[in-house]
């Protein structure tokens, strides 16, 4: 993937939300893989929090997150599935302002080719609300690595071309300056 050197690197801050029943900080290996790509990448882990398969607990705090405007992108891992307790996606369907629709199809695209058929139980979303980037993921920690390394890292990176999520943010809640 394209990176153009000429342009300069601009560091995202990114929170990340382990959304989980059983984990915690000493066994949370997906949100620890996670915190490092970010951290390796140059970026800045700005929060880290756990909270249980509860859509109103998971939508609290992305509302938090989502007004802080020191948080450009929030990355959530777990809760993405199908059972009865995976309720990311429902919360997030609260918040959101847009969809960002490629970015599903292109993780269980990914994932296919890795897990073949059983990437359709993962319901991976991402999208856009207050000006603040948001990605759910699934809990594993090889979604976790997928997702980053193939896709995340790219486009949270301010010199990869043709184009890239950073560019963009200046422009996220243009629609709010519209009726001025």
């Not at 450009?72 to 777990?78: Q, S």
């Not at 599935?81 to 429902?90: A, F, L, M, S, W």
């Not at 302002?97 to 993780?107: P, S, T």
């Amino acid at each position: 993937m394209p990176i153009d050197e000429s342009r300069p690197f601009i560091p995202v801050s990114i929170a990340v939300l382990t959304v989980s029943d059983t984990r915690t900080a000493a066994d949370d290996r997906s949100g620890d893989t996670l915190a490092a790509r970010i951290a390796g990448a140059g970026h800045q882990v700005a929060a880290r929090a756990i909270e249980r398969d509860d859509a109103d607990r998971i939508e609290a705090r992305l509302r938090g997150w989502i007004a802080d405007p020191t948080i450009d992108a929030v990355i959530t891992t777990g809760g993405t599935g199908i059972t009865g307790r995976d309720v990311t996606p429902e919360a997030f369907d609260r918040v959101l302002e847009k969809r960002i629709e490629g970015f599903g199809e292109l993780f269980r695209m990914l994932s296919y080719a890795k897990i073949g058929t059983s990437t359709m139980q993962s319901r991976a979303l991402a999208g856009v609300a207050g000006g603040t980037y948001l990605f759910a993921l699934p809990g594993s920690t090889g979604a976790v690595k997928d997702a980053w390394d193939d896709i995340l890292m790219w486009q949270l990176d301010s010199r990869h071309r043709p184009c890239n999520l950073v560019e963009l943010m200046p422009r996220l809640q243009e629609h709010l300056h519209a009726a001025e």
